[in-house]
Nanobody
Framework: QVLLVESGGGLVQAGGSLRLSCVVSGRTINWYAMGWFRQAPGKEREFVAAITWGFGNTYYADSVKGRFAISRDNAKNTVYLQMNSLKPEDTAVYLC????????????????????WGQGTQVTVSS
């Protein structure tokens, strides 16, 4: 069984920062990549950022470029999402996810390409 557990969410004022963590545990598989997604009430789940496990290539949604940074610690099986200059529109449940097969540069931003999901952590940004 594979388990993804997010932490680090909370309430922050606009312009503030938060760092989310996602710890991966369970059976050993090839972690091709890890992704962060978010879902606000009444909206579809949307891509935020992703990182390949081997080379550390990163991908970002246009809405978070320059403000968010994804990183990983292979030794700790942990992926981070540093979020700076937060805006009220960043308010959502943030979920980390992992695929069970290699992803392309197209599929890496697609929720359906991911197989394992965490339970999510709430991020609320007040104006």
């Amino acid at each position: 069984q594979v388990l993804l557990v997010e932490s680090g969410g909370g309430l922050v004022q606009a312009g503030g920062s938060l760092r989310l963590s996602c710890v991966v545990s369970g059976r050993t598989i090839n972690w091709y990549a890890m992704g962060w997604f978010r879902q606000a009430p009444g909206k579809e789940r949307e891509f935020v950022a992703a990182i390949t496990w081997g080379f550390g290539n990163t991908y970002y949604a246009d809405s978070v470029k320059g403000r968010f940074a994804i990183s990983r610690d292979n030794a700790k099986n942990t992926v981070y999402l540093q979020m700076n200059s937060l805006k009220p529109e960043d308010t959502a449940v943030y979920l980390c996810a992992a695929p069970n097969r290699p992803l392309t540069t197209v599929s890496i931003v697609t929720p359906d390409a991911y197989h394992y999901w965490g339970q999510g952590t709430q991020v609320t940004v007040s104006s």
